[in-house]
């Protein structure tokens, strides 16, 4: 699997070329505000001491998924030297994502060779859905690095099992859990694939002592840190829908379709072609690879069925990215076999370029494609210049988030709005202590919610704030953030609210009576 050193040499600059490509792909989006879940987790990185930081991470506190603690720990870490800035707090998962640049290239290299190893790089620096999860502040783009590095270390004892080797697996075994959650769905596959490259009673009992390690430490961070969390109910039903419909085994057509559905998420169509290059690819590569992504696919199945873990065709599944890739990325290794029949390299090559050359140039083309946009950093900033002193400020529920973290300064005369789904009225009972004639009122929106009605909460503010406010200016920005600045001009007392019948209409007597004149 290995070529000549100069090919070698030439193969890993292009490989730290690809790297850097990768980092300028992600690099333009950067500083962008942070949007509500981004702003979620880094306040509970920022926050002010130990106590509210892990009351946070371990206990939930306001975000309905919890962050891995090793992730959060990290995350404050760099925290701690960027402070209040949106570029440097999205450092963690850009390096995440970027080091799975060289990362896919150590294991599929090791695992099919050197074609494949240059496939592997390319998809994760430039497909769509590596691009997407590489410039924003979520665990995903971990969990794809902390597979590769389960993988990587894997890979390194499959080639020489000497007992430095599986100390290091077993290291990186019992940390990964604390970095990535459905990390710990991997580590059956990275047990039986280790396994199956021992080939004596000393390699089994090394495998074993690493392994013995390994599982206390999974068995300590279900204990200790998963157990407790899952009872979230706002997870368990956002995660619903991505459940087999019925107790039991799943059916393989639920699964198939669940799977097809992560192939177009990560990019890779037609699905059935994407699916036909995987399974050619693990079936070509080293079989400790293709052990470790059937076993882990197994487990995620039985995870779903037993709804502790969703299948679904989007970011939770992300942990299996590298398997995909890599299962497409050695289908192109038979390419360098001068050996095969010809009629096998064009069918491989023109299956690979019709998966992953679109792919690829989608990437390049659109590299910020899906990135979410909620510019609330110049409306604050604006804001923050033009505000008076007895000036009121009132930030609506998807906001505060962001604002919080653009705006760490709070003073008793802003109020950080609640959420009040289906209810209106609650925000009119929010903002009524603030209708004070003469009195200024801004309020900030961003992540506005639309119910099934129709009318967005912010309509449904500010056409309530009408009767007794004029609007003096209104800020817009990109992702629908707005910022808007009002002049109370009438009390609530001084307003009478009628309910007008089409009869009502009708009648002038009746309308002077009810309009006292």
């Known amino acids: 699997m290995h070529g000549s050193p100069a090919s070698d040499r030439g193969a890993a600059w292009t490989v730290a070329a690809l790297t850097v490509a990768a980092a300028l792909l992600r690099a333009p989006t950067l500083g962008r505000s942070l949007w509500l879940d981004e702003a979620w987790r880094a306040n509970v990185a920022l926050a002010p001491d130990a106590d509210a930081f892990w009351s946070q991470v371990l206990g939930g506190g306001g ?38 640049v060289p990362l896919s290239w150590i294991v599929a290299r090791r695992a099919a060779g050197r074609a494949a190893g240059l496939v592997a790089a390319l998809l994760f620096a430039a497909s769509p859905t590596a691009l997407l999860h590489g410039q924003e502040l979520k665990q995903y783009s971990t969990d794809v690095a902390v597979v590769l590095l389960l993988l990587a270390a894997a890979s390194a004892v499959a080639a020489a099992p000497t007992p430095r080797r599986w100390l290091a697996l077993a290291l990186v075994e019992s ?59 706002a997870v368990s039903a956002y995660w619903a829908g991505d459940f087999p419909p019925l107790e039991g085994a799943p059916g393989a057509g639920w699964v198939v379709e669940r799977l097809g559905e992560f192939l177009g998420y990560a990019s890779l169509r037609p699905p059935w072609l994407a699916a036909a290059l995987v399974l050619v690819g693990l079936a070509l590569a080293a079989r400790w690879l293709s052990v470790a992504a059937l076993a882990s696919l197994a487990a995620v199945v039985a995870a779903a069925a037993w709804q502790v873990y969703p299948l679904s065709g989007g970011r939770t599944t992300m942990f299996l990215l590298p398997f995909v890739y890599l299962g497409v990325a050695a289908a192109a290794a038979p390419l360098t076999r001068r050996s095969l029949p010809r009629f096998v390299h064009v069918l491989l090559a023109a299956g690979g370029a019709v998966v992953v050359a679109p792919t690829l140039v989608a990437g390049v083309r659109a590299p910020a494609a899906g990135v979410v946009y909620e510019e609330t950093a110049p409306l ?109 001009v009438r009390a609530p007392g001084a307003v009478r609210h009628l309910k007008l019948t089409p009869r009502d209409l009708a009648d002038p007597a009746r309308m002077q009576e009810l309009l006292g004149r």
């Open 63 to 100: 975000i309905t998924a919890p962050m891995p603690p090793l992730f959060a720990l990290a995350l404050r870490a760099v925290g701690t030297v960027v402070g209040h800035s949106a570029l440097g707090m999205r450092a963690l998962p850009v390096a995440a994502s970027v080091a799975a």
């Open 380 to 488: 604050v900033a604006a804001l923050a210049a033009a505000r008076r002193p007895n000036d009121r400020v009132y930030v609506y529920d998807g906001a505060v988030q962001a604002f919080r973290f653009h705006h760490p300064a709070l003073d008793p005369a802003i109020t950080l709005g609640g959420s009040h789904r289906n209810d209106p009225a609650a925000y009119g009972a929010e903002l009524t202590p603030f209708l004070v004639p003469g009195q200024r009122l801004w309020l900030l929106f961003s992540h506005v919610h639309t119910p099934p009605s129709g009318r967005s909460e912010r309509d449904t503010i500010l056409a309530d704030l009408t009767p007794y406010a004029r609007q003096l200016d209104v800020r817009e920005t990109a992702g629908g953030a707005s910022l808007h600045l009002f002049e109370v």
């Open 175 to 233: 940390a990964a859990t604390g970095f990535s959650y459905p990390s710990a769905l991997a580590l059956p596959g990275i047990a039986l694939a280790t396994l199956a490259t021992c080939r004596d009673g000393a390699a089994r009992r090394r495998w074993l002592t690493a392994h013995a390690l390994s599982g206390g430490a999974a068995l300590a961070w279900y204990a200790l840190v998963i157990g407790p969390q899952r009872a979230r109910p």
